[in-house]
């Protein structure tokens, strides 16, 4: 078991959509703000969006009003909308609980990620 899994990356052109899951164990899950994290080819991990515990999100400018993060408690997963996907948000995108609304990782147990790819 890992504290977190992530899933539902895969191939998709430009303009595409994909939702991403993760599912969480080992927490109690409803307490935390939880964040999505992505990392592209030769370039540093960065915090893309996060949710709070009652729901209230903040956003990557670089994403804003194409990505929605969202939550199911009882099911202890954060989900990820991605749609008018661009070549640049390729990248293993991977959820984790930020220290704030906004900041980074606490959890050192990083799950494996799951790949996006856009492209035509």
């Known amino acids: 078991q890992v504290p977190v899994v992530e899933s539902g990356g895969g191939l998709v052109q430009p303009g595409g959509s994909l939702r991403l899951s993760c599912a969480a164990s080992g927490m109690i899950f409803g307490l935390y703000t939880m964040g999505w994290y992505r990392q592209a080819p030769g370039k540093e991990r960065e915090l893309v969006a996060t949710?709070?515990?009652?729901?209230?999100?903040n956003y990557a400018d670089s994403v804003k009003g194409r990505f929605t993060i969202s939550r199911d408690n009882p099911k202890k997963t954060v989900y990820l909308q991605m749609n008018s996907l661009k070549t640049e948000d390729t990248a293993v995108y991977y959820c984790n609980r930020p220290s704030t609304t906004w900041g980074t990782a606490t959890m050192d147990d990083w799950g494996k990620g799951t790949l996006v790819t856009v492209s035509s």
């Open positions: 949710i709070t515990s009652i729901g209230h999100t």
